[in-house]
């Protein structure tokens, strides 16, 4: 049974930083491509970052470019999200995701819980 649990969220002024992580079971993790989404009230689910299977490649929402981080430890099955300069509109809940095997992301099959993170102003 595939689980993923993300931790790390919270409340943070404006410019503040925060690291996500997502601690993933029931997989060969190095297999697998990873993702972080987010969702604003409101609003649809949106990409965030991607990590291929590897660690060799990673991509960027432009929103979060030259702020967000995404890195893996394959060895302890987690994927992380540093988050720095964190703004009002950064505000939403956070998943990770896992995506496709051998791959550098999609498609992602299954999803964490979400952890919330709000940046006040």
């Known amino acids: 049974q595939v689980q993923l649990v993300e931790s790390g969220g919270g409340l943070v002024q404006a410019g503040g930083s925060l690291r996500l992580s997502c601690t993933a079971s029931?997989?060969?993790?190095?297999?697998?491509?990873m993702g972080w989404f987010r969702q604003a009230p409101g609003k649809e689910r949106e990409f965030v970052a991607r990590?291929?299977?590897?660690?060799?490649?990673?991509g960027y929402a432009d929103s979060v470019k030259g702020r967000f981080t995404i890195s893996r430890d394959n060895g302890k099955r987690q994927v992380y999200l540093q988050m720095n300069s964190l703004k009002p509109d950064d505000t939403a809940a956070y998943y990770c995701?896992?995506?496709?095997?051998?791959?550098?992301?999609?498609?992602?099959?299954?999803w964490g819980q979400g952890t919330q993170v709000t940046a006040s102003s």
């Open positions: 995701a896992r995506g496709a095997r051998y791959a550098l992301g999609s498609p992602y099959e299954y």
């Open positions: 029931g997989i060969i993790f190095s297999n697998y491509a």
């Open positions: 990590i291929a299977w590897s660690g060799a490649s990673t």
